[in-house]
């Protein structure tokens, strides 16, 4: 017996819907249980399994009589388990085969092994029989077919260039009829084929075959497609004749056709004198323009822009200011003085009968109340509420208009508010100012100022309407998180800041705005949640870092769903209705397991200050968009070549008072007892921890320099001081912004004493009282004032130079440096 006829035993999987040839890479979905079977055991026969196709698309057996006699061997490269149990594997096809005989194997009683087929076979290569010039002729004849059907089918770009590259006619060949959307028949043919040259002889027929095929529908289809476009248009055109006809026919009661009633509106309408000629002028444009036509479309949109303008309706105005303060009280806790300059806004609005002055501006962190506030307002004088977000606007058009000569114009997002409003005095919210950009489509906020002009906004221009429109009657309230907002618009706003609110106010807010509300909203009764004081405020710190109260109102309605569904766990479910039952239950209080099984393990860790006084060590105060935050920096020394280390996601700012600090401490190092070379001998690292936090501004000048002297020194810092305030070369202490927040955190971090700049004494009287209380406020104009009260103890001289001469001892020698009497 020849190699080739030598008899082998691999186990066999039959295969329904594909024909699997020599050299290829096939992904295969196995579920049937033989075929997992045959799976299992190639694991005995080095991977190896015989792929051969059935005859029948329905057969189940698999059986010489059921498949087809010629298949080929491969080795499974990867197989996974996916989810229901089946199996993708990745299979690499070697050599055709023959079968001789299958025979199935039943597994052991063992529920891990499954039955499957072992087949008898032997090799049956194809045989090359063509000489190198009909190889290739025979390959130019197959890629020129292959491109004619590429031509008229899509097939993918990688595959014709791999074909256009093979040069070995087999793999060609086998590549080309494995891709050909052929019967299974006829590639079982191909690869019984015995020869190369009898298989390419079948390929060329199939691949003309198909060509021919390709051709004939493409003929056909586009035929059909021509018909129906006909039809199509002849549909259209008889709908539109349809359309003018009834244009033209359908008249109402009063005998008027409808560009007659328009006319009527325009003139019922009492619009400014140049809006109604602009109207009349475009519709008498109108009725000589066919019905259909583009041009009349667009004029027709105008007139019912211009109709839909509040040219004289405008709303009942409020003007009851204890009404007003009620509302604002009700809507708001805290914010006194933000509520007084409402109320004082009010009042001259009440006397002057104008709007007319300044427009307000509030700015604050998010969730503080500047949306609700100006809904408060507008509730309270009467006014129609319109919102209109700036948020992502960066083009001018947005709020000017378009040109009407761009096809889909439409008028500016002012026009717009005004005409949903349908009065000419509403209160305009202009939400998110701080967010509007700008780009190559022109810079709304430039737009913005002609509108919050007093003196301008009389005569606003829309370039859609392109009609004088009067804001003057408009009450403006902008919204901005932040003070980005360019200075000729800040500049016609009245800023009025909103700061973040304090452990108390938050409280306050809980317990009498939101919870209630939030019981209401979840239908329970309003005393079926109890939650003291200080569970409420371990909400607040633990699992709320904000500035305002929208984390706080959603855990609080996390709390009250969690409530619904316990009681409704426990309910046998029989009697009644869910609800009913719910608020039957005797009232829920919550305890501090049970927050914790509601809302998690704590999520923030609040600043806390070090337990213990540190060397290096100092509580920085920081401002973010969030309140206020504990800073803290810290400082080691050790041997070196004078480098100043900085990390911490820092500003460019902060690395310069770092550079700031040095140089101060530098310029006086005789007067700390500091050796004259020192900053030549150490390397100095500072950090700000939350390294991936970014950080900046001079701020934290003042802190920064103390802790690199208390690590120069040896000596430690309180850990109940914090401090803040910019630090100079000469020493000064100046302003800086954002106390309340600041004071607020470390109050909120248990600190005792704070530093601040002497400049920013004004500001103090922002503070809440219980803050007040609870810190220590020292005002500081110089470095030596925060060194004074700083340090645990005072400046020992004697204590630096022990450590600085332990540090030397691992560096250069200190020659410089002989005495006592070279250190004062």
Known sequence: MSHSQEIHQRPIIAIRDLVVFPTLTVPLLIGRPLSMGALQAAEDFNNEVLLVTHISMDSEIVDMESVYGTGVVGRIIQKVQIEDGTYKVLVETTERIKL????????????????????????????????????????????????????LTKIPEDLLKNIKHEDDLMQLAIKVINYLPVSIAKKQEVLEEPALGQLV??????????????????????????????????YYLNEQIKAIRTELDDLNDSGLSELDQLEEKILKAKMPKEAEEKALTELKRL?????????????????????????????????????????????????????????????????????????????????????????????????ELVRMSLGGVHDESEIRGHRRTYI???????????????????????????????????????????????????????????????????????????????????????????????????LDIAKN???????????????????????MLDIIRLYTKEAGVRSLDRELAKVCRKVIKEIMKKSDGKKGKAAVKVNDHKPVTLTKKMLESYLGMPRFRFGVKEKDDQVGYVNGLAWTQLGGELLGIEVEVMPGKGNL????????????????AMSLIRSRAQSYGLAHDFADKLDIHVHAPEGAVPKDGPSAGGAITVAILSALLNQAIRSDIGMTGEVTLRGNILAIGGLKEKLLAAARAGLKTVLIPEENIKDLEDIPAEVKKQLTIIPVSHFDEVIQHSFVQGIEKDDYFQRYNALEDFSVPMSNVKGSEKRC
Not at 218 to 224: E, F, G, K, Y
Not at 441 to 456: C, F, I, R, S
Not at 465 to 488: C, K, Q, R, W
Not at 515 to 525: A, I, R, V
Request: net charge negative.
């Open 201 to 234: 002889k079948n390929l060329v027929s199939q691949l003309t075959y198909e060509v021919d095929v390709l051709e004939t529908q493409n003929r056909i289809q586009a035929s059909v497609q021509k018909q129906m476009s006909k039809n199509q248009r002849e």
């Open 645 to 660: 280390i900085t990390t911490g996601s820092l500003g460019d700012v902060m690395k310069e008072s770092m550079r700031t």
């Open 287 to 383: 009725k000589s323009m066919p019905a259909m036509s583009s041009e009349g479309t667009v004029a027709r949109t105008y007139i019912d822009w211009l109709l839909k303008m509040p040219w004289n309706k405008r709303s009942r105005l409020k003007y009851d200011i204890v009404k007003a303060e009620d509302r604002l009280d009700q809507d708001h806790s805290g914010l006194e003085k933000v509520k007084e300059r409402i109320l004082e806004y009010l009042a001259v609005t009440n006397h002057t009968k104008s709007v007319k002055g300044n427009i307000l501006c509030l700015i604050g962190p998010p969730g503080v109340g500047k949306t609700t506030l100006a809904r408060s307002i507008a509730d309270a004088t009467g006014r």
């Open 100 to 151: 001789h005989a299958i025979n199935k194997v039943v597994a052991d009683d063992s529920e891990e092994d499954l039955d499957y087929c072992i087949a008898d076979y032997s090799l049956e290569p194809i045989e090359e029989d063509l000489s190198e010039n009909l190889s290739k002729v025979y390959g130019n004849v197959i890629r020129n077919l292959f491109n004619n059907i590429s031509t």
């Open 408 to 506: 889909g114009a439409l008028p500016g997002k002012i026009v717009q508010m005004l005409a949903k409003a349908k009065t000419k005095n509403p209160l305009m919210l202009l939400d998110e100012i701080d967010k509007m950009g700008s780009d190559y489509k022109g810079d709304p906020a430039h737009a913005m100022l002609e509108v919050l002009d007093p003196e301008q906004n009389s005569t606003f221009n829309d370039h859609y309407l392109d009609v004088d429109v009067d804001l003057s009657e408009v009450m403006f309230i902008a919204t901005a998180n932040s003070f980005n907002i360019p200075g000729p618009l800040r500049d016609r706003m009245e800023i009025i800041e909103l700061s973040s609110y304090t452990e108390l106010e938050k």
């Open 513 to 535: 705005y939101l919870l209630p509300k939030q019981l209401k909203e979840h239908k329970l009764k309003e005393d079926a949640i109890k939650i003291s004081d200080s569970l």
